[in-house]
């Protein structure tokens, strides 16, 4: 999937194009999935994948945090590198899945504060739902 989304820091009047790819290939119980995002114009840059409820066994690059939010897998990428950025993650699907930790919240108790106006939005978010 490919997408091109227009985006504005707030209190400007450029519009600028963010590509966002995803890519999933599977082989037997294996999964690749690799997401790349160009063009952001924010600070900061959040991948998230869905890991499938499968068990990761590698991602690139390093610094992936597993399960924030729960059932993904998550890099942040914060000044020049978060202009551009490609994740990739391999999963075995036909594994059980790994109980979620104790620390990570339930996803409906996370607070989504990007809707709210009085909060300038400073990042890009590219969360993959299960939905």
């Known amino acids: ?35 790349s995002v160009e063009n952001n114009p924010f600070g900061t840059l959040v991948v998230a994948p869905w890991a499938e ?29 978060a202009s551009l950025a490609t994740v990739s ?4 699907v036909g594994a059980s899945p790994s109980p979620a930790p104790a620390w990570a919240p339930a996803p409906e108790m996370v607070e989504d504060d990007r809707s709210k106006p009085e909060k300038e939005m400073d990042s890009i978010d590219v969360v993959e739902s299960n939905a």
């Open 89 to 92: 993650l391999t999963l075995n």
């Open 1 to 35: 999937m490919e997408f091109h989304v227009p985006v504005m820091k707030m209190g400007s009047t450029n519009v600028s194009w963010v590509k966002a790819r995803s890519e999933r290939k599977q082989d037997g119980t294996t999964v690749q999935k690799t997401v």
């Open 53 to 81: 409820d499968g068990q990761v066994s590698a991602t690139t690059p390093t610094g992936a945090i597993p399960d924030l939010p729960a059932g993904h897998v998550r890099w942040a990428f914060n000044g020049s590198a």
